[in-house]
């Protein structure tokens, strides 16, 4: 199966890096000598995808002005613009539905994730459910666990309270139907993962390499000495 569109959020102001966002949107910080979300789409070309859909919002003409059309990158890059207010994960991604293929990839434009995305649409298509979510075992991020898996399934997914008996976190890769936004209205992504888990709609497809992701000075300082190595 081909690799169908992804939608990376990054409208997100990145207030937990402070004056570092203040001119820069959070995914166009430059990471080992270039913006890092150009990691990001270099990594998606290599594997074979061909459409990307930003979301984005704060500071979104930097996006264009920066990125282009995509194809320097070997893809086609679309823009959805957020509008007035910040539409939230969830609402960002319902934004870029129409642009969308059935299912697609959702993913974040502050993390550089170590899975293929055919592997991901495989299991998807496996899974026989409405979404899938990409899972690691905390224990290898070192990092609190968010929901909890039985065989290929997450029967249970929160931030906050953490479900009892959860061992593994939310990796940061999905894909979703378009029936999975169907009825649900809300401007948070992890809502809706939550909600689709309780149904036993969400399959679980297991990573196990971490991540890299910019979400605060230290995670920024770390991958860009992870990247500078591998350069």
């Given at each position: 199966?081909?690799?169908?569109?992804?939608?990376?959020?990054?409208?997100?102001?990145?207030?937990?890096?402070?004056?570092?966002?203040?001119?820069?949107?959070?995914?166009?910080?430059?990471?080992?000598?270039?913006?890092?979300?150009?990691?990001?789409?270099?990594?998606?070309?290599?594997?074979?995808?061909?459409?990307?859909?930003?979301?984005?919002?704060?500071?979104?003409?930097?996006?264009?002005?920066?990125?282009?059309?995509?194809?320097?990158?070997?893809?086609?890059?679309?823009?959805?613009?957020?509008?007035?207010?910040?539409?939230?994960?969830?609402?960002?991604?319902?934004?870029?539905?129409?642009?969308?293929?059935?299912?697609?990839?959702?993913?974040?434009?502050?993390?550089?994730?170590?899975?293929?995305?055919?592997?991901?649409?495989?299991?998807?298509?496996?899974?026989?459910?409405?979404?899938?979510?990409?899972?690691?075992?905390?224990?290898?991020?070192?990092?609190?666990?968010?929901?909890?898996?039985?065989?290929?399934?997450?029967?249970?997914?929160?931030?906050?309270?953490?479900?009892?008996?959860?061992?593994?976190?939310?990796?940061?890769?999905?894909?979703?139907?378009?029936?999975?936004?169907?009825?649900?209205?809300?401007?948070?992504?992890?809502?809706?993962?939550?909600?689709?888990?309780?149904q036993g709609s969400l399959?679980?497809?297991?990573?196990?390499?971490?991540?890299?992701?910019?979400?605060?000075?230290?995670?920024?300082?770390?991958?860009?000495?992870?990247?500078?190595?591998?350069?």
């Amino acid at each position: 199966m081909a690799i169908p569109s992804i939608c990376i959020l990054a409208g997100g102001r990145g207030t937990r890096l402070g004056s570092l966002t203040d001119e820069t949107p959070k995914p166009l910080l430059p990471v080992g000598g270039r913006p890092f979300i150009e990691h990001i789409l270099s990594d998606l070309s290599r594997s074979g995808a061909q459409r990307v859909v930003l979301s984005i919002g704060y500071l979104a003409e930097q996006f264009r002005q920066i990125l282009g059309d995509g194809d320097r990158f070997g893809l086609e890059l679309l823009y959805v613009e957020d509008g007035d207010e910040p539409a939230g994960t969830a609402g960002g991604v319902r934004n870029c539905l129409p642009l969308l293929d059935d299912p697609f990839i959702v993913m974040y434009g502050d993390s550089l994730l170590r899975v293929n995305p055919n592997d991901l649409i495989a299991a998807h298509v496996d899974g026989k459910r409405l979404a899938t979510m990409s899972v690691m075992r905390s224990s290898l991020g070192h990092e609190t666990p968010n929901c909890v898996v039985n065989a290929n399934g997450v029967s249970a997914y929160s931030k906050d309270p953490v479900p009892a008996n959860a061992e593994f976190i939310d990796y940061g890769m999905l894909v979703f139907s378009k029936a999975s936004f169907s009825e649900f209205t809300g401007s948070d992504l992890s809502t809706l993962q939550s909600t689709l888990a309780a149904q036993g709609s969400l399959t679980a497809f297991q990573v196990d390499t971490p991540y890299m992701e910019i979400g605060t000075p230290e995670s920024l300082e770390a991958a860009a000495a992870n990247l500078r190595s591998k350069s």
